[in-house]
């Protein structure tokens, strides 16, 4: 099974014959989507008043990005890699200090769990206030500024 298709085999719809990474990016549907990812668009359109400009999941990776208020939010997921982790190549909230990315990591957490999936790593951590999200979170870095979960 490719990577980009463990997210479909718990959804109990039909997955025979779909090839999920040749999909068009445009193809964001309740069959076409992993049900799993729902929750993680509603938190960023959310976060944006539902203003999403950018919203695909294609070849491994979701991706969304929303503005308000002279702001934006942003965020790509990408699943694989060593130890099939949960990468989280980019992430930004337009609200702070608000429980926006603890939501976050509850709904990764229940990816992980559903999926089986390796540990989550927030990759690139260059914000004082993430590098404390992740120590707080048990999160270790590694030399490449990523911090990755302990699990």
């Not at 193809?27 to 950018?54: M, R």
């Not at 949960?86 to 429980?99: D, E, H, M, T």
């Amino acid at each position: 099974m490719h990577a980009s298709n463990i997210f479909y085999e718990f959804d109990n719809r039909s997955t025979k014959g779909f090839d999920y990474n040749t999909l068009p990016k445009s193809s964001i549907n309740t069959e076409t989507f992993p049900i799993s990812f729902f929750s993680i668009v509603a938190l960023f359109g959310e976060d944006c008043h539902y203003n999403i400009g950018t919203l695909y999941g294609w070849r491994s990776r979701l991706y969304i990005s929303g503005e308000y208020s002279e702001d934006n939010n942003t965020f790509m997921l990408r699943y694989g890699g060593t130890d099939n982790r949960l990468i989280v190549a980019r992430v930004k909230f337009i609200s702070r200090r608000q429980g926006k990315m603890t939501e976050l990591y509850k709904i990764l957490k229940h990816i992980q769990k559903i999926y089986k999936t390796g540990p989550i790593v927030i990759e690139s951590v260059t914000s004082d206030e993430m590098v404390n999200w992740c120590i707080k979170n048990g999160f270790n870095i590694n030399s490449f500024n990523d911090y990755i979960e302990c699990i």
